[in-house]
């Protein structure tokens, strides 16, 4: 399919993720800026994650690093689109958030959700911050793997504010080591509505240069 593209329009063709996309965006121009090294958070229908060490992203041997998403939460769980069973994303998805609500609320989008956490409904108030929870739990692991010196959280449910981040900087605090000296800071994004299109574009610019200097 790449190549297909780039025959298509004779230009070098850059494909990636919508995390690692938000995560250059920060690294720029958001939250991440000064920071060289921080773990970025994509929430939304699942769940992503960007490292960046030394200011550079890192991709890992296959270039599947950061997808949190695929990390096992329920060994009895549903089937993930991966083919395992009880990752993180057949928790955190919009049917599975939502339809807690159903028997209340009716028929609810993730726009729903969030604008009803907004409003103050303590249905969408404890479907998120139950959500958070269990995001953190998984980053926290994380974040004992690879100590970062920040947590910037983007996407949907980042949307809803401290609903969401609070109960999800517990999360992460609690399973932390308890003798740290300084707690991992934890920041939502400030441009969860850009960051991914405009790290698209940045990289699809940096590529370009670097493609002009060979």
């Not at 699942?46 to 329920?74: K, P």
């Not at 998805?93 to 409904?121: F, K, P």
């Not at 949307?159 to 003798?179: A, C, M, T």
Request: charged share 15%.
């Amino acid at each position: 399919m790449i190549s297909s593209f780039k025959i298509a329009f004779d230009c070098p063709i850059l494909i990636d993720n919508d995390a690692n996309s938000a995560a250059i965006a920060e690294s720029r121009q958001g939250a991440g800026q000064g920071c060289s090294n921080f773990l970025y958070i994509q929430t939304g229908d699942g769940t992503g994650s960007a490292l960046v060490v030394n200011g550079s992203l890192y991709r890992g041997s296959l270039g599947l690093a950061g997808e949190i998403g695929h990390q096992q939460v329920d060994p009895l769980g549903d089937i993930c689109s991966c083919g395992n069973r009880g990752c993180l994303n057949t928790v955190i998805n919009e049917e599975r958030l939502t339809s807690v609500l159903q028997v209340t609320h009716g028929s609810m989008s993730y726009a729903d959700l969030i604008q009803g956490c907004i409003d103050g409904d303590p249905g969408c108030r404890r479907v998120i911050s139950d959500a958070a929870i269990r995001i953190g739990t998984v980053v926290a692991s994380s974040c004992i793997a690879v100590d970062p010196g920040k947590i910037i959280v983007g996407g949907l449910l980042s949307k809803s504010g401290d609903i969401f981040i609070e109960p999800f900087r517990e999360s992460i605090q609690r399973l932390l080591f308890p003798s740290a000296v300084t707690p991992i800071e934890v920041i939502a994004s400030p441009i969860p509505e850009k960051n991914v299109p405009l790290g698209a574009a940045l990289s699809a610019i940096e590529n370009s240069k670097l493609e002009l200097a060979k």
